[in-house]
């Protein structure tokens, strides 16, 4: 079974601190997004890198994809409490199977306080 | 363009009943894939259906079942309910599903809440 790690769990900042959530795997994905998830709500589909060590920013988010294509990081710059909510990185994987087609990690809670 | 719709959106049931839950997916989209969120087990995959016919299946037992039909619309079934099987189901469209390619994305509806007493 492939895992993929999120760091950390929780998260509680204020309002303009910068923060950075890793994703982490021994397997090597095909492609890694990310998703944000608000209570009660199905997971929102925020970005898709593909190559190794590519970057892509989204406004106040940067996404980073690691050279080997085994991690992933997402920095956000000046958070804002809009930003709160459960981000969660998945890995694409180069077949199906009993784990899909994608490989979710826990998710990384974050709240950010006014 | 819609995005994907899940009905209902609210459920509670008692144990030993089943349940039909209900995904719309994207317009265009072929590819419906299921998952159960639970806050200890995250995400997990239930099965992917692709023009009617199921691709792959996750680790679940075979009271979960579900199908799709010719317009992509999807289903799934839970029978014999336990208090277990009380999650967020998450039912997510894809265009063709994993083409082996690079790239895949899905889009996620909101949710059907099931809570079983």
């Known amino acids: 079974t492939q895992l993929l790690e999120q760091s950390p769990q929780f998260l509680s900042i204020q309002e303009g601190e910068n923060l950075t959530v890793y994703c982490n795997s021994s397997?090597?994905?095909?492609?890694l997004q990310w998703y944000r998830q608000e209570p009660g709500e199905g997971p929102v589909l925020l970005v898709t890198v593909v190559t190794g060590g590519e970057v892509k920013k989204l406004k106040r988010l940067t996404f980073q994809f690691g050279d080997a294509r085994k991690d992933s990081s997402l920095h956000i710059t000046a958070a804002q409490p809009g930003d709160t909510g459960l981000y969660l990185c998945?890995?694409?994987?180069?077949?199906?199977?009993?784990?899909?087609?994608?490989?979710f990690g826990k998710g990384t809670k974050l709240s950010v306080k006014p | 363009k819609a995005g994907v719709t899940q009905t209902p959106r609210y459920l509670i049931k008692t144990r030993g009943q089943q349940v039909t839950l209900s995904c719309s997916p994207i317009?265009?989209?072929?590819?419906v894939s299921w998952y159960q969120q639970t806050p200890g087990q995250g995400l997990q995959f239930l099965f992917e259906?692709?023009?009617?016919?199921?691709?792959n299946k996750g680790n679940f037992p075979g009271r979960f079942s579900g199908r799709q039909f010719s317009n992509s619309r999807s289903e799934m079934n839970v029978s014999t309910l336990e208090l277990g099987d009380s999650a967020l189901y998450l039912c997510a469209s894809s265009l063709l599903g994993w083409s082996g390619l690079g790239s895949y994305e899905q889009y996620f509806g909101p949710g059907t809440r099931l809570t079983v007493t």
């Open positions: 317009s265009g989209h072929r590819s």
């Open positions: 397997s090597v994905f095909s492609s």
């Open positions: 998945a890995g694409g994987l180069n077949y199906g199977g009993s784990q899909g087609n994608l490989i």
């Open positions: 259906y692709f023009s009617e016919t199921q691709r």
